[in-house]
């Protein structure tokens, strides 16, 4: 599995990016029918990672409370590509987002946390 983030860079407070993660290995984090949970995180210096959204093959959407009303996440399953728009960017988003995946076993999406599968990250800062 392969999952490649872009999208990431610097922007002022206020303003919006839209990060896109391109996933490969379908077989590996998806179930018999085709169902997967996929994810953004983040991880800001200093802080924990935190799971921002996830999205379920029915496309079911979560949401930190940090980030609800400003981001979205969405996904083009044709281009097996997931999104983060991300509106009214404040200081405090700035972090290395994380694209993850997590083959579905069961119960709701909503409720994964520990992620099987990760990319190596696209870094977003804000200039106030």
């Known amino acids: 599995v392969q999952l490649v983030e872009s999208g990431g860079g610097s922007v002022q407070a206020g303003g919006s990016l839209k990060l896109s993660c391109v996933a490969s290995?379908?077989?590996?984090?998806?179930?018999?029918?085709?169902?997967?949970?996929m994810a953004w995180f983040r991880r800001a210096p200093g802080k924990n990672r935190e799971r921002i959204a996830i999205?379920?093959?029915?496309?079911?959407?979560t949401y930190a409370d940090s980030v609800k009303g400003r981001f979205t996440i969405s996904k083009d399953n044709a281009k097996n590509t997931l999104y983060l728009q991300m509106n009214s960017l404040k200081p405090e988003d700035a972090a290395t987002y994380y694209c993850?995946?997590?083959?579905?076993?069961?119960?709701?999406?909503?409720?994964?946390?520990?992620?099987?599968?990760w990319g190596k990250g696209t870094l977003v800062t804000i200039s106030s």
């Open positions: 993850a995946a997590h083959k579905y076993v069961g119960g709701y999406c909503s409720d994964y946390h520990g992620m099987e599968y």
């Open positions: 999205i379920s093959s029915e496309g079911m959407t």
């Open positions: 290995g379908a077989s590996e984090y998806t179930d018999s029918s085709g169902r997967s949970c």
